[in-house]
């Protein structure tokens, strides 16, 4: 089944704790997102990736940081979590090399930092 | 930068009636205009999208519409049901690096 899954669904952390929220896709897609959503405020975009190796900040990327070293993985890193990013969180994923532009999102994971 | 904003952000419309949601963008080089729908606990979804060399498309209960000369598209839903009742989202991008940039969303109540 074509998907985009993201791991864990549920964390709840302290400030400071590094933490890595794992998103992978299966449809060979090129470009990658990650994004958080807050009541009020819609999805804003932290990091994207237009291909292997190749990331670009989004509106919001202060306090975290992304790799992609294989097509499928795009994780997110939050090196010292602070309260401000508790959040619900979603990866996305496109193919955006056929010239189509629909994103594919992750069933999300709500994260919690005390 | 490209600015999305979207109007209202509530909506409340009677079951069988239309709605209509409106977004506004600033890049004139924006050329893909997406509209996602997320339910309540789920993920957005796309429901319908248009590029900027057409000015309307549907799919069947669903519309959007575009003014690339006053920069502003919308939404259209007609006879709506309860299964409508969502939030929903306008996006924009542009070829050049197919970045969304998303308007703050539409909470639509169908009251039955």
């Known amino acids: 089944e074509a998907q985009v899954t993201q791991n864990p669904r549920y964390l709840i952390t302290v400030t400071g704790k590094k933490l890595t929220v794992t998103c992978s896709q299966n449809?060979?897609?090129?470009?990658m997102s990650w994004y958080r959503q807050d009541p009020g405020l819609g999805l804003r975009q932290i990091y994207y990736s237009m291909n292997v190796e190749v990331t670009d900040k989004g509106d919001v990327p202060e306090g975290y940081k992304v790799s992609r070293k294989e097509k499928r993985n795009f994780p997110l890193i939050l090196e010292s979590p602070s309260p401000n990013q508790t959040s619900l969180y979603f990866c996305a994923s496109s193919p955006s090399s056929q010239g189509r532009n629909e994103q594919f999102f992750g069933p999300g994971t709500r994260l919690t930092v005390l | 930068g490209e600015n999305v904003e979207q109007h209202p952000s509530t909506l409340s419309v009677q079951e069988g009636d239309s709605a209509v949601i409106k977004c506004t963008y600033s890049?004139?080089?924006?050329?893909?205009f997406p509209w996602y729908k997320q339910e309540l606990g789920k993920r957005p979804q796309l429901i319908i999208d248009i590029r900027s060399n057409v000015g309307e498309k549907k799919d069947q209960r669903i519309a959007v519409t575009l003014n690339k000369t006053a920069k502003h598209f919308s939404l259209h839903i007609t006879e709506t049901q309860p299964e409508d009742s969502a939030v929903y989202f306008c996006?924009?991008?542009?070829?050049?690096?197919?970045?969304?940039?998303w308007g703050a969303g539409t909470k639509l109540i169908i009251k039955p």
């Open positions: 449809m060979n897609h090129e470009y």
């Open positions: 996006a924009a991008s542009k070829t050049s690096n197919y970045q969304l940039i």
């Open positions: 890049d004139s080089a924006s050329n893909y």
